[in-house]
């Protein structure tokens, strides 16, 4: 019979779909899972103003795997590719005739790096970011927002 796919006899060299799946194995076999209560601290740190159902996406994503770095890593690579698919154009450019993936991937970066940013423990809540856009200046220290 042939490789671990069913009927043929492997290729004399096999395609980059092999590889790929090697990687994977080999991933699976050596990487850990993350607990949701692990991922949920991390967010809540370091990403407090994430909005609820993309944390819950987020969750869902982590845990599908086994990772090999940490899960500050897997949390990066995990909400980069969320953001980037999800959250910008990403998807209709890379479908342009004759944008390469590296191209539009290259387009959005800004984009993609300001929606993560926002959602950083050092910016302000949607509440505090009205206040300063109505006042045109960002709140002093001990100044109250919700006035």
Known sequence: MGGDFGGGAPSAKPGWWWKKERLRRKRDADGVKFK??????????????CPEWIRHELYRLIRRRRWSGPLGQAVGITMDTFVRHELTGYEMLFNLKGMSKEEARRLVRPEVTDII??????????TERVTIVLRGRPPTSGEPVDQ
């Open 36 to 49: 949701v209560a692990e991922i949920k601290a991390h967010l809540h740190a370091h990403h407090p103003h």
């Open 117 to 126: 940013a926002s959602w950083g423990p050092d910016n302000p809540t949607p």
